[in-house]
């Protein structure tokens, strides 16, 4: 087993790495929209400003998408896989009803080619001020 972490890659929340290698199989941690190198304590989302009690001043949900996405795949070339080797993807939601319209579509922008298993899943918070999360396994060679 290896342990992957990366600078292109937004730094973890907590102590874990941003991926790890079992035999051929890939299990990325939760990725999400947070800019590389950005930390919890700067929390550079991109779409997101906040004023100084957490309030959204701006939030644009299609750019935390194309970012996530961004960031996973990110993981995946510094790990040695690819996107095209994605098998599972599991998509965590903090508000479904607003936000699943606009994932879904740009979701098909970027799977139009590579189509993993995909679960989708409404929760009440992340542990960041992000709309969105991705848990991930890949093949890798």
Same mark, same amino acid.
């Given at each position: ?24 199989? +890939?299990? +990325? ?7 590389? @190198? ?11 400003? +906040?004023?100084? %009690? @957490? ?9 935390? /998408? ?26 965590? +939601? ?9 994932? %879904? ?11 993993? /298993? ?24």
């Amino acid at each position: 087993m290896s342990i992957i972490s990366s600078d292109k890659a937004p730094k973890p929340v907590g102590l874990y790495p941003h991926a790890r290698k079992v035999g051929n199989l +890939l299990f +990325l941690s939760g990725v999400g929209p947070r800019v590389a @190198g950005s930390d919890a304590q700067d929390s550079q989302v991109p779409g997101l400003k +906040l004023d100084k %009690n @957490g309030n959204f001043i701006e939030f644009d949900f299609e750019a935390q /998408c194309r970012s996530v996405f961004d960031n996973v795949r990110v993981i995946l070339e510094e790990s040695g896989s690819s996107w095209d080797n994605l098998v599972d993807v599991t998509v965590f +939601l903090v508000n479904m009803k607003r936000d699943f319209h606009t994932y %879904n579509r740009v979701y098909a922008e970027y799977f139009k080619d590579n189509q993993p /298993c995909r679960t989708t899943v409404e929760i009440n918070s992340l542990p960041t001020p992000i709309a969105i999360e991705l848990k991930c396994i890949a093949t890798i060679d």
